[in-house]
């Protein structure tokens, strides 16, 4: 199985900061990567896919990178819609998939 | 497209958890992508939990396996999961999803709100 392990686990940052959250894969995905945005109550939305490409609605404020075993998500400017937990998800063993544990964002 | 789960909301220890996705907007017969089932523990991380294809294949995590079943219906548009043998650890939002197509990597792109099934007797 492919493990993800996200960092941190919880962040405290305030409007207008740049945060960046951390995904690492046990094994290569090569971009197998997606990022999820869930907030209290809701079900996730997906932000981003293969890595680095938005999904349709998102705000260009939403970056990723990486490629391998390790990947980002840039969150340029704050806002306060953004506090949140993030999560990212492999699909490179498709059609099996498994997600990190979260990242929680709070407002400092 | 719309997703939405819907069945009971507390089953007894032992017993089997059935719920049903009713899919909108989309044919899930046509092919293209697999549906899957997601589960989160309240206040705890997602889970995957396994997928179908329109083919009837299926895909489950290695430690659900043994106990989960899924199954395709359509001419309703649904698809279902069953969960046997249940405990209190199986307490949790069930969220049916629309996975990538096979090999694809394009994300779960729609779900549904989300169904809690508390397992207690």
């Known amino acids: 199985d492919i493990q993800m392990t996200q960092s941190p686990s919880s962040l405290s940052a305030s409007v207008g900061d740049r945060v960046t959250i951390t995904c690492r894969a046990s094994q290569s995905i090569t971009n197998y990567l997606s990022w999820y945005q869930q907030k209290p109550g809701k079900a996730p939305k997906l932000l981003i896919y293969?890595?680095?490409t938005l999904q349709s609605g998102v705000p260009s404020r939403f970056s990723g990178g990486g490629s391998g075993t390790d990947f980002t998500l840039t969150i340029s400017s704050l806002q306060p819609e953004d506090f949140a937990t993030y999560y990212c998800q492999q699909s490179y063993s498709s059609p099996r998939y498994s997600f990190g544990q979260g990242t929680k964002l709070e407002i400092k | 497209v719309q997703l939405q789960e819907s069945g009971p909301g507390l089953v007894k220890p032992s017993e089997t958890l059935s719920l049903t996705c009713t899919v909108s907007?989309?044919?899930?017969?046509?092919?293209?992508?697999?549906w899957g089932w997601i589960r989160q523990p309240p206040g705890k991380g997602l889970e995957w939990i396994g997928n179908?294809?329109?083919?009837?294949?299926?895909y489950f995590t290695p430690s659900l396996k043994s106990r989960v079943t899924i199954s395709l219906d359509t001419s309703k548009n649904q698809f279902s999961l069953k969960l046997s043998s249940v405990t209190a650890a199986d307490t949790a939002v069930y969220y049916c999803?629309?996975?990538?197509?096979?090999?694809?990597?394009?994300?779960?792109?729609?779900w549904g709100q989300g169904t809690l099934v508390t397992v207690s007797s």
């Open positions: 179908i294809f329109h083919s009837g294949a299926t």
């Open positions: 907007g989309y044919d899930i017969g046509s092919g293209g992508y697999h």
């Open positions: 293969a890595a680095s």
């Open positions: 999803a629309r996975d990538a197509p096979y090999g694809g990597n394009t994300g779960t792109d729609y």
